[in-house]
């Protein structure tokens, strides 16, 4: 049986103990989100959109491995260092054009698949003529969903440019080596890339037993942040955990009073299987009472946008 570590016991530890970074493992972090996603789409009332996202996450798989994003420059690295700053900043900072062959690849891959709607592949055309036509209007699309500028975003398009991205950036952060990403960055925020989480989890065995991770939505790094702790304002007073009455114990929405904002907690005690962008893709039911509970949600899913469900009907 785990034993969880209280608040207390954890503040009280050796921090040069505790892992604080976990990065991407390339081999099997979009494998292990297909496989989860797959198996919420059982029975679940979006299982159409799930599936496409499985579909996408084994693409996003099979092209990790050759993508071909660039190492990062040993100034660029020095710089982040010496200013506490992300050292693979997304916002801000001049990509690669490498990333919209990642985004051909995907939908070159999704084109061959059967079970597409009609109107998946009409999104798929306009991402293709946005890509071959106007690449600065694709890239504009692209600093929008980074940034999160929701108005500036088309819904149905963010998924897949979502996708390209993440395989870009995730490439590049399993590159790193933990001791070069550089302590104090701001809290909150991917130590790696400076995106918003998408979730936290708690994770079970070896040294992050009982520990509670911030999972980043882009690069897929996860960072320690203490448990009972606000992530989006730090507070550590007025927090609440809220679950659907019947649902599935590992997943609860953390509240905070103070600034009025929650995001999902997954634990692996209870289900070893969560995956944060799966599992938060997957349970819309807690978000819809957490906004009539009048919370509002920190940060949103990356494959997830408001009418982005569309793409599945």
């Not at 999704?110 to 999104?123: C, F, N, W, Y």
């Not at 991917?190 to 037993?209: E, F, K, N, W």
Request: aromatic share 4%.
């Amino acid at each position: 049986m785990q034993r969880i570590l209280e608040r207390g016991e954890i503040e009280s530890l050796d921090h040069t103990k505790i892992p604080r970074l976990r990065l991407p493992e390339g081999g099997t972090v979009f494998a292990e989100r297909a496989a989860r996603l797959r198996q919420l789409s059982a029975g679940h009332a979006a299982a159409a959109y799930l599936q496409l996202m499985a579909q996408i996450a084994d693409i996003q798989h099979r092209l990790l491995p050759d993508c071909p994003a660039p190492t990062l420059d040993p100034e660029a690295l020095q710089l982040a260092q010496a200013h506490g700053m992300p050292p693979l900043q997304a916002i801000g900072r001049e990509r690669d054009p490498s990333w919209r062959h990642v985004l051909q690849a995907l939908l070159d891959q999704l084109a061959g698949l059967d079970t597409l709607t009609p109107q998946t592949r009409s999104v798929m055309t306009q991402l293709q003529t946005l890509r071959t036509q106007s690449p600065d209007d694709l890239e504009s699309l692209a600093d929008a969903i980074l940034a999160e500028r929701d108005a500036d975003i088309d819904c149905q398009q963010a998924p897949f440019i979502m996708a390209a991205l993440q395989v870009y950036w995730t490439a590049q952060a399993s590159r790193l080596d933990p001791v070069q990403v550089p302590h104090g960055t701001p809290f909150g925020t991917c130590p790696v890339c400076g995106s918003l989480p998408v979730a936290s989890i708690q994770r079970v065995g070896g040294t992050r037993d009982g520990l509670r991770f911030l999972c980043c939505s882009l690069c897929a790094t996860e960072w320690h942040v203490v448990r009972v702790t606000c992530t989006h304002c730090e507070n550590n007073k007025s927090i609440l955990y809220h679950s659907i009455e019947g649902g599935p114990e590992a997943i609860q929405a953390e509240s905070c009073d103070e600034c009025h904002s929650y995001r999902k907690l997954f634990n692996q005690e209870k289900d070893l299987e969560v995956e944060p962008v799966a599992d938060d893709l997957a349970s819309i039911p807690l978000d819809v009472l957490m906004g009539e509970a009048g919370y509002s949600r920190a940060s949103g899913n990356p494959l997830l946008w408001q009418g982005a469900a569309a793409t599945s009907e």
